[in-house]
């Protein structure tokens, strides 16, 4: 695992935000004496949208939480962190908790929804048929989680089965942006904003929706370990209170000039971009979901596509409730 030095992280506290390898925007409101850090490891990207939010309006203090941004390498270290108490909260693809659960027997749940992932199919620009990519290389982060099922389920669509193309995993989108950029061998991937427009900039092809025959999808969410939120039942419902308020203020039209500087500071994009990117998240039928609610069809789907790619649970999904204790956010909801 890279040592902390190595990641790049962002410390709420004393009405500031101190940024490590990343612009970051000032944070209103200071952290009381004794209020605990919480640590919350996600990936870089526009997912991370309601927490920039929440730290530029000072949310997080209103709600009486000091927090530490990290942004995770891969998928493996998010996971393997969250259940040795490295960090108490995660933003990830909802399947990864699924898979610390059925793979690492790691006692983890869901505690929020997010949105579906605005992931793309991003290949070489000679590439015309995902077919093509028989006896080519393919990158990923973990080989059996989450986008890696979602691209595996793409090729085998095109009639591509496991053993018909190489998955290298590289790690997180970043790293997939790079390895494509730099190895023209690596031919294909999934990527999300705003690395899709890093992609199609570098001269790569965006190839359409990754999750086009799946139909909804669940991407992203909130977990953490279920022993962690008994113990801290009432810091991780304040915690959802400043994501969902932070959602909010990011959607409502009136804070659209101000939400989209926020992502040109944060996310390094042009206004251009950032202005695309902000009519993507802020779609009514396509972008957040409304207050983080999470999407039952979409995650239903989310353990279909494990069951099938992966055979787990002999290809026959649980019941999602299985993985989801929506306690802690129907609390939050009703404390707005």
């Known amino acids: 695992m890279p040592k902390q ?15 490590l390898g990343a612009a970051v925007g000032r944070a209103p409101g200071a952290k009381a004496q004794g209020t605990p850090t919480l640590k919350v490891m996600t990936f870089p ?78 290949v070489q620009p000679e590439i015309n048929s995902l077919a093509e990519l028989r006896g080519k290389t393919v990158v990923v982060d973990a080989p059996n989680t989450a ?44 990527m999300g904003i705003p690395f899709v427009f890093r992609a199609t900039a570098a001269g790569l092809k965006d190839f359409g929706p990754a999750y086009q025959s799946i139909g909804a999808y669940q991407s992203d969410c909130t977990a953490v370990m279920r022993d962690w939120a008994k113990a801290n039942s009432d810091t991780l419902v304040r915690y959802i209170k400043a994501i969902v308020e932070a959602r909010r203020w990011l959607l409502d039209p009136a804070n659209k000039a101000e939400a989209t500087a926020l992502l040109v ?22 972008g957040f979901a409304k207050d983080a609610k999470i999407d039952m069809a ?39």
């Open 298 to 336: 979409g995650f239903r789907n989310v353990l279909k596509l494990r069951a099938e790619i992966e055979g787990q649970w002999g290809g026959n999904p649980p019941a999602p409730e299985k993985y989801l204790d929506m306690s802690y956010y129907d609390k939050a909801l009703a404390g707005l």
């Open 147 to 190: 986008f890696a099922l979602l691209l595996y389920k793409a090729l085998k669509d095109s009639g591509l089965n496991k053993g018909d193309y190489v998955a290298k995993s590289v790690g997180g989108t970043d790293q997939r942006l790079e390895a494509m950029t730099k190895d023209k061998t690596n031919l294909a991937g999934i």
């Open 5 to 19: 030095s190595t990641r790049r992280k962002v410390l709420l506290g004393s009405g500031a935000a101190l940024a």
């Open 45 to 122: 990207g526009i997912t991370n949208f309601p927490i920039f939010a929440a730290q530029h309006k000072g949310l997080f203090a209103k709600h009486g939480i000091a927090m530490e941004l990290l942004y995770t390498p891969n998928s493996r270290t998010q996971r393997e962190g969250l259940a040795k108490g490295d960090h108490q909260i995660i933003h990830t693809a909802s399947d990864n908790p699924v898979a610390m659960v059925e793979l690492a027997k790691a006692d983890t749940v869901i505690v929020t929804g997010g949105d579906h992932g605005f992931n793309q199919i991003i």
């Open 265 to 286: 500071e944060r996310l390094k994009l042009t206004p251009d971009l950032a202005a695309r990117a902000y009519a993507t998240v802020s779609h009514p039928t396509t």
